[in-house]
């Protein structure tokens, strides 16, 4: 197939395009600086407000590229929403019907962030544009080249883990994973006009602190969790806007959703269509042996 990618080289974009070359694919995917060459990769210069070619002669449209954080509403609109259509109507324009949109399970609690509410008002667009759209919610994703888990990471390293309130669980999927799943999508038939939540196949997810505990182990020490009360949390966040700025993890909108108690997958995958394959413990091993060979950790 040839497959139109955009996000292709941010942290989940750039496992999707080595998978899809591996499969025999050929890609085309969105950029906005010169990139190296490249076998089976086309790239296409542009940006979400304008993907120039990059749909033209595609079979599938894997719509990656989000914007995570930003300083207000309005970038998460520009970034989300607006980028959203943008890509929509250039499938349209193309006639490319097949359309896999990235989204998240913050989408499922608008109400606690600008994220989650640009989230899902981009899966509103996608749901009504006519297409054979899939959307695809991931909970958190790790692995090598990641930064935005590198943070967790690192606390664990010191060994201290800090949590949101006591009781809180989440799911975790390992990129490869998600990766895998994307490329399955948008080359078969399956999950047509489905909003799916994939996951490590850790039945009920993890508790925060269980996590904590893995984390740890894979950074080779023992890591004691620190539930802490949404008002700490929000009060951290405001001093990581104030001094690391544009570059802070814990921002105020991060808040919201960090401290609400379930982001556990729940409309999974089809086993006949998709299940996990890695290890968790393995995985995050893995993902800690790349942050170290790359001086991050």
């Known amino acids: 197939m040839i497959l139109a990618i955009t996000g292709a080289t941010g942290f989940v974009g750039s496992h999707l395009v080595d998978?899809?070359?591996?499969?025999?694919?050929?890609?085309?995917?969105?950029?906005?600086?010169?990139?190296?060459?490249?076998?089976?990769?086309?790239?296409?210069?542009?940006?979400?407000?304008g993907p120039g070619t990059l749909v033209d002669g595609a079979d599938a449209v894997i719509h990656v590229a989000g914007i995570v954080n930003a300083a207000d509403r309005a970038g998460f609109v520009s970034g989300n929403i607006d980028g959203t259509r943008s890509m929509i109507a250039a499938a349209g324009a193309a006639g490319v019907q097949r359309f896999v949109h990235v989204s998240s399970l913050a989408a499922r609690e608008p109400y606690l962030s600008d994220y989650g509410w640009s989230k899902l008002q981009a899966d509103r667009l996608v749901q009504l544009s006519g297409l054979e759209w899939t959307i695809v919610r991931p909970p958190a994703v790790f692995g090598p080249r990641d930064?935005?888990?590198?943070?967790?990471?690192?606390?664990?390293?010191?060994?201290?883990?800090?949590?949101?309130?006591?009781?809180?669980?989440?799911?975790?999927?390992?990129?490869?994973?998600?990766?895998?799943?994307?490329?399955?999508?948008?080359?078969?038939?399956?999950?047509?006009?489905?909003?799916?939540?994939?996951?490590?196949?850790?039945?009920?997810?993890?508790?925060?602190?269980?996590?904590?505990?893995?984390?740890?182990?894979?950074v080779g020490r023992r890591s004691i969790p620190l539930s802490l009360p949404g008002a700490i949390l929000s009060g951290a966040a405001r001093l990581d806007r104030m001094f690391r700025g544009s570059r802070a993890k814990l921002t105020p909108d991060r808040v919201g959703y960090f401290r609400h108690p379930d982001w556990v997958a729940h409309a999974l995958p089809s086993p006949a269509l998709w299940r996990a394959e890695h290890d968790t413990a393995a995985a995050l091993a893995a993902t800690a042996e790349w942050y170290r060979a790359h001086d991050l950790l």
């Open 19 to 49: 998978q899809a070359l591996a499969a025999g694919h050929q890609v085309r995917a969105l950029t906005r600086r010169e990139q190296p060459e490249r076998d089976g990769v086309t790239w296409v210069p542009g940006n979400l407000a």
């Open 147 to 218: 930064h935005e888990m590198l943070e967790l990471f690192r606390f664990a390293r010191r060994g201290l883990v800090p949590l949101p309130p006591r009781g809180n669980r989440l799911s975790v999927i390992a990129v490869e994973d998600l990766a895998r799943l994307l490329l399955t999508l948008a080359a078969g038939d399956g999950a047509r006009h489905m909003v799916l939540e994939p996951d490590d196949g850790r039945p009920g997810g993890w508790d925060h602190r269980d996590f904590a505990r893995a984390l740890g182990k894979a």
